[in-house]
C-alpha cells in the first residue's frame, strides 16, 4: 500500500510538472502573439497617417480594420472602405454600371467576396505612378455575383444611344490619385461648371474632408443587365507591416466582363462600348 502512495503521489508530482510547463509555455506564447499583434498594429498606423487620403482613421484603428486575405496581403477594413460598391454598384443604383447581387450591399458579404476573390488567382502587379497597385481582372467565382451592364456596340440592333454625363460622388477620397492618374475629371460637388476649369489637376489639390465627384462621357442604351459570375478587385499598398505582410487598400471592385486595357467607364466608350441602363 505504501509502495502504491509512493508511485500516485509520483505521478501527480510529475503531472503538476508538466502542467506548469505546459501553462508557462501558452503563457510566453500568448505574449509573444500579443507582442506581434501590437507591433503590426502600430506599423498599420503609421502606415494609415502618412497617406493623405486615409490618415483620419489612422489613430482609431485596431486589429478588427486588418483582414488578414492570405499570406501575403492585410486588407484595410475602415467605415468607407465598401461606400463605392454598396452605393454604385447596387442594383437601387441609377447609374451606369455593373451592379452586385443584394446579398453584398453589408460590408461582411464584400469583405468574404474579397477574400475569395484573392484566394482564386495570383494578382497582376502594377507600378501606377502613385504606389503598386494589384489587379485581379475576369476572376470567374463560379456562382452569380450580379449583373453586368456592358455591351459591345456592334451587338446593338435597332436601338440608338445616347450621350450621358456620368456624374458619381467619390465616396472615398482615397480614390482620387487613381482617378486623375486615368485621365478623369475630379470636381467639387457642387460646382456648376460643365466645362473642365474647376477640375483638380493634381491629387495634392484636394482637401481632406471635402467632398468631390468624378465625371465621364458615357454612351447608353435602354436594355436589360445580364448576370455574370465575373468579379474584378484593384487594392493598391500601402506599405510593409510589422509582420512582414502587406497592408493594402480598396482602390475598386465591380462585377461583371473587364477589358484589361480600359481603366474606367470612359475607356469602355472608347474601345467600342455602351452601358445599358436597365430599363426596357
Known amino acids: 500500500m505504501k509502495l502504491i502512495m509512493e508511485n500516485w503521489r509520483g505521478f501527480v508530482k510529475e503531472n ?120 485581379w481582372f475576369n476572376v470567374n467565382m463560379g456562382v452569380p455575383i450580379g449583373l453586368d451592364s456592358l455591351v459591345k456596340a456592334e451587338d446593338v440592333r435597332g436601338k440608338q444611344p445616347r450621350d450621358f454625363i456620368f456624374k458619381e460622388p467619390i465616396r472615398n477620397n482615397a480614390e482620387i490619385p487613381s482617378l486623375i492618374d486615368q485621365g478623369l475629371e475630379v470636381h467639387p460637388i457642387g460646382s456648376d461648371n460643365d466645362d473642365s476649369s474647376d477640375a483638380l489637376s493634381d491629387p495634392e489639390m484636394a482637401i481632406p474632408g471635402e467632398k468631390y465627384e468624378v465625371r465621364q462621357p458615357l454612351k447608353v442604351i435602354d436594355a436589360p443587365l445580364q448576370p455574370t459570375k465575373i468579379m474584378n478587385l484593384i487594392l493598391v499598398e500601402l506599405g510593409e507591416l510589422a509582420d512582414g505582410k502587406t497592408l493594402t487598400s480598396l482602390i475598386t471592385m465591380f462585377p461583371g466582363v473587364n477589358e484589361p486595357e480600359a481603366r474606367n467607364k470612359k475607356d469602355y466608350i472608347e474601345k467600342g462600348y455602351y452601358f445599358v441602363t436597365g430599363k426596357s
Do not use: W
Request: hydrophobic share 30%.
Open 16 to 135: 503538476l510538472e508538466d502542467s506548469e510547463e505546459e501553462r508557462i509555455r501558452k503563457d510566453m506564447e500568448y505574449e509573444r502573439e500579443r507582442g506581434e499583434s501590437s507591433g503590426r498594429l502600430e506599423s498599420a498606423k503609421e502606415l494609415v497617417a502618412a497617406n493623405k487620403f486615409l490618415n483620419s482613421f489612422a489613430e482609431g484603428l485596431d486589429e478588427d480594420n486588418l483582414v488578414d486575405l492570405d499570406s501575403e496581403f492585410v486588407f484595410l477594413h475602415v467605415e468607407t472602405t465598401f461606400n463605392h460598391a454598396k452605393h454604385s454598384h447596387s442594383r437601387e443604383s441609377d447609374l451606369p454600371g455593373s451592379k452586385f447581387s443584394d446579398r453584398y450591399s453589408i460590408d461582411d458579404s464584400l469583405m468574404n467576396l474579397v477574400r475569395s476573390t484573392v484566394m482564386k488567382q495570383d494578382s497582376e502587379r502594377v507600378d501606377a505612378g502613385y504606389g503598386i497597385v494589384h489587379k
